[in-house]
Nanobody, 125 residues
Framework: QVQLVESGGGLVQAGGSLRLSCAGS????????MGWFRQTPGKEREFVAA????????NYADSVKGRFTISRDNATNTVYLQMNSLKPEDTAVYYC??????????????????WGQGTQVTVSS
């Protein structure tokens, strides 16, 4: 079992930066692939980034490559999403998710077993 709590969302102007955090608990956190997804009203949850249990491998959606960076600190059971050069189209509720089983950096939401409650990110133009 993994419990996840996101924080760090807010309102920022276009071109600005935010860092999201996801605090995890549960004994399988440090061995889980962790992902960030985002969702806007009326749309499906969209993959943003994923990171391996060791932090050595990452995967990004094309829309955020070069602007967002995913990282993790297994000593504190925390995953981060550093978001730079934010655009209005990045506005969404951002969710972190955990996949303790596959070991693969999937971009499909159904692959992830545990989810946080989400944090709102709003980018004004």
């Amino acid at each position: 079992q993994v419990q996840l709590v996101e924080s760090g969302g807010g309102l920022v102007q276009a071109g600005g930066s935010l860092r999201l955090s996801c605090a995890g608990s549960g004994r399988t956190f440090s061995s889980a692939v962790m992902g960030w997804f985002r969702q806007t009203p009326g749309k499906e949850r969209e993959f943003v980034a994923a990171i391996s249990w060791s932090g050595d491998s990452t995967n990004y959606a094309d829309s955020v490559k070069g602007r967002f960076t995913i990282s993790r600190d297994n000593a504190t059971n925390t995953v981060y999403l550093q978001m730079n050069s934010l655009k209005p189209e990045d506005t969404a509720v951002y969710y972190c998710a955990a996949d303790p089983y596959s070991g693969n950096l999937y971009g499909n939401a159904y692959r992830y077993n545990y989810w946080g409650q989400g944090t709102q990110v709003t980018v004004s133009s």
